[in-house]
C-alpha cells in the first residue's frame, strides 16, 4: 500500500492481534495500516505462550471453551503458514500439558476440573503422583496426582510478534510508528484518529486492537468505549542446564495454596514461570513479593529450579473484560471495531481473532463462531438499563 493513499483499514495497536489482524485483512486485499510506536510489544513480550484450552478452562465459561478450541486447531496450519510466509519459526512446540496436584485441597479442586473438562468432552488423563513423576522426574516427591492434557500445546510469543511484523511488512502493511490520542468521528462515523504528534489519520474502518489500553482511547463515544481493564501479570524466565534428558519435557502447572503457578520449557533451553494476576491498575513494576511467591511456589512444584540461573524478570498488562472473553467485531458506532479483551487468551485466540476479523472487515459479516463476542453484548446492556 502507497503510505499516502487512505488506507480500508487502520488497526490501532502493534501488538500480536492488532499484527494478525492487519496481516489477514491485507491478505483479503485490504489496504491496511497499523498504528503503534513498538509493534511487535505489548503483552505478547511478557506472555508464556501456553495453547492452554483445556487446562485453562473455568467454571462458566463453556462459550469462551469453544472459540478457544476452534483457535487450537487452527493452530497447526497458523504456524505453518506464518513459518512459510516469512521463515521465522515461532516456537510451536506439540509437547502437551501436565496439570499437577500438591495437597489434598489441591487434588479435590483438580479432580473437579477434570469433571468438567469430561462433562465438556475434552480428552484428559488423570494420572497417579507416581505415573506423574514417572513422565517429569524433577517434580517434587509429595506431587499427589495430575491431569495429562496432550493437545494443550505451547509457542513462544517473542518469536510469534516478530513474525507477524515480518508478515504485515512483506503483505505490505503500512507502519505508523506512533500512538492514538483520539478518535476521529465525522457524522456519526469512525473515519480515523489523530496521533499523539498531531498527524490526522483517514481509513475506511478502524480497528481498535490496543490490549489494555483500549478503553482509553479519547474520542470514542461512551457507549461503545469497551469494557476493558489491565490486570498485571509478572513472569520470570530462567535458563535450564543442557543435558542428555530434559529438565521438564513439557508445561507443568498447579494450584499452589490457591495460587497458580505455571513452568513453560521452551526448545532454546529457556524456562518462563508465571504468573502472578493482580488489580493493580496500571503499574507494571516487578515487585520482590511477585517474584518471591512465584519462586517459591514453583520450588514446591519443582525443587531443583532453585539452581537454575534466574535471567529476566517481568510484569504485563492482560487485557481483561467483565467475563473474561474477548470483544471481536463491529461496534455501535458505524467503521469502528474492536480486537481486544482477549485476557489470558490472547496468544492462544491469535489465529481465530485473524481470520473473524479479515473476514467481517471484508464482507461485513461476523463469522458464527465469533458471534457471541459481539462488543455490542456490553453496550447494549448498558443503553437498556433501567434506573433503580
Not at 35 to 61: K, N, R, S, Y
Not at 118 to 136: F, I, N, P
Not at 376 to 382: E, L, Y
Given at each position: 500500500?502507497?503510505?499516502?493513499?487512505?488506507?480500508d483499514?487502520l488497526?490501532v495497536?502493534?501488538?500480536?492481534?492488532?499484527?494478525v489482524?492487519?496481516w489477514?485483512a491485507a491478505q483479503?486485499g485490504l489496504a491496511?495500516?497499523v498504528l503503534d510506536?513498538e509493534?511487535g510489544g505489548?503483552?505478547?513480550?511478557?506472555a508464556a505462550?501456553?495453547l492452554?484450552?483445556?487446562?485453562?478452562?473455568h467454571?462458566?465459561?463453556?462459550?469462551?471453551l469453544g472459540?478457544n478450541?476452534?483457535?487450537a486447531?487452527r493452530y497447526p496450519?497458523?504456524a505453518?503458514?506464518?513459518t512459510d510466509?516469512?521463515?521465522?519459526g515461532?516456537?510451536?512446540?506439540?509437547?502437551?500439558?501436565l496439570a499437577?496436584a500438591?495437597d489434598?485441597d489441591?487434588?479435590?479442586?483438580l479432580?473437579?476440573?477434570?469433571?468438567?473438562?469430561?462433562?465438556?468432552?475434552l480428552?484428559a488423563?488423570w494420572?497417579?503422583?507416581?505415573?506423574?513423576?514417572?513422565?517429569?522426574?524433577?517434580?517434587?516427591?509429595?506431587?499427589r496426582?495430575?491431569l495429562?492434557?496432550?493437545g494443550d500445546?505451547?509457542?513462544d510469543?517473542?518469536?510469534?510478534?516478530a513474525?507477524?511484523?515480518a508478515a504485515c511488512?512483506?503483505?505490505?502493511?503500512v507502519?505508523h510508528?506512533?500512538?492514538?490520542e483520539?478518535?476521529?468521528?465525522?457524522?456519526?462515523?469512525?473515519t480515523g484518529?489523530?496521533t499523539?504528534d498531531?498527524?490526522?489519520l483517514?481509513?475506511?474502518?478502524?480497528?481498535?486492537?490496543?490490549?489494555s489500553?483500549?478503553?482509553?482511547l479519547?474520542?470514542?463515544?461512551?457507549a461503545?468505549l469497551p469494557?476493558?481493564?489491565?490486570?498485571?501479570?509478572?513472569?520470570l524466565?530462567?535458563?535450564?542446564?543442557?543435558?542428555p534428558t530434559p529438565?521438564?519435557?513439557?508445561?507443568?502447572?498447579?494450584?499452589?495454596r490457591?495460587?497458580?503457578?505455571?513452568?513453560?520449557p521452551?526448545?532454546?533451553?529457556e524456562?518462563?514461570?508465571g504468573?502472578?494476576?493482580?488489580?493493580t491498575?496500571?503499574?507494571?513494576?516487578v515487585?520482590?513479593g511477585g517474584?518471591?511467591e512465584l519462586?517459591r511456589d514453583a520450588?514446591?512444584?519443582?525443587?531443583?529450579i532453585?539452581?537454575?540461573?534466574l535471567?529476566e524478570?517481568r510484569?504485563g498488562?492482560?487485557?481483561a473484560?467483565?467475563?473474561n472473553?474477548?470483544?471481536?467485531?463491529?461496534t455501535?458506532?458505524?467503521g469502528l471495531?474492536?480486537?481486544?479483551?482477549?485476557?489470558?487468551?490472547?496468544?492462544?485466540l491469535?489465529?481465530v481473532?485473524?481470520?473473524?476479523?479479515?473476514?467481517?472487515?471484508?464482507t461485513?459479516?461476523?463469522?458464527?463462531?465469533?458471534?457471541?463476542?459481539?462488543?455490542?453484548?456490553?453496550?447494549?446492556?448498558?443503553?437498556?438499563?433501567q434506573p433503580?
Amino acid at each position: 500500500m502507497s503510505p499516502t493513499r487512505t488506507p480500508d483499514v487502520l488497526v490501532v495497536g502493534g501488538g500480536i492481534i492488532g499484527l494478525v489482524t492487519a496481516w489477514r485483512a491485507a491478505q483479503r486485499g485490504l489496504a491496511t495500516a497499523v498504528l503503534d510506536p513498538e509493534p511487535g510489544g505489548g503483552a505478547a513480550q511478557v506472555a508464556a505462550g501456553m495453547l492452554a484450552a483445556v487446562t485453562e478452562l473455568h467454571h462458566g465459561e463453556q462459550t469462551l471453551l469453544g472459540l478457544n478450541l476452534e483457535s487450537a486447531r487452527r493452530y497447526p496450519d497458523f504456524a505453518a503458514e506464518l513459518t512459510d510466509a516469512t521463515g521465522r519459526g515461532l516456537g510451536y512446540r506439540r509437547s502437551g500439558t501436565l496439570a499437577v496436584a500438591l495437597d489434598a485441597d489441591d487434588r479435590a479442586h483438580l479432580r473437579e476440573l477434570h469433571a468438567l473438562q469430561q462433562r465438556s468432552g475434552l480428552d484428559a488423563q488423570w494420572l497417579s503422583g507416581r505415573e506423574c513423576r514417572r513422565l517429569e522426574p524433577m517434580l517434587a516427591p509429595g506431587v499427589r496426582g495430575g491431569l495429562r492434557v496432550d493437545g494443550d500445546h505451547q509457542v513462544d510469543p517473542r518469536r510469534l510478534a516478530a513474525a507477524l511484523v515480518a508478515a504485515c511488512d512483506r503483505a505490505g502493511v503500512v507502519f505508523h510508528r506512533a500512538w492514538a490520542e483520539r478518535l476521529t468521528v465525522v457524522r456519526d462515523r469512525a473515519t480515523g484518529v489523530v496521533t499523539t504528534d498531531g498527524t490526522g489519520l483517514e481509513a475506511g474502518q478502524v480497528v481498535l486492537a490496543a490490549g489494555s489500553l483500549s478503553g482509553r482511547l479519547a474520542g470514542v463515544p461512551e457507549a461503545v468505549l469497551p469494557p476493558v481493564r489491565p490486570v498485571k501479570g509478572q513472569v520470570l524466565r530462567l535458563t535450564m542446564p543442557a543435558r542428555p534428558t530434559p529438565f521438564l519435557s513439557r508445561t507443568v502447572r498447579a494450584v499452589v495454596r490457591g495460587s497458580h503457578v505455571y513452568l513453560v520449557p521452551r526448545e532454546n533451553g529457556e524456562l518462563v514461570v508465571g504468573a502472578t494476576s493482580e488489580e493493580t491498575g496500571w503499574d507494571t513494576t516487578v515487585t520482590a513479593g511477585g517474584v518471591y511467591e512465584l519462586l517459591r511456589d514453583a520450588h514446591e512444584l519443582v525443587p531443583g529450579i532453585t539452581e537454575l540461573p534466574l535471567t529476566e524478570t517481568r510484569a504485563g498488562l492482560r487485557p481483561a473484560s467483565p467475563d473474561n472473553a474477548p470483544l471481536l467485531g463491529p461496534t455501535g458506532l458505524a467503521g469502528l471495531l474492536l480486537a481486544t479483551g482477549h485476557h489470558r487468551n490472547g496468544v492462544l485466540l491469535t489465529p481465530v481473532t485473524g481470520d473473524v476479523m479479515a473476514q467481517v472487515l471484508a464482507t461485513g459479516e461476523l463469522p458464527e463462531e465469533a458471534r457471541p463476542f459481539t462488543p455490542q453484548r456490553f453496550s447494549t446492556a448498558v443503553l437498556t438499563e433501567q434506573p433503580a
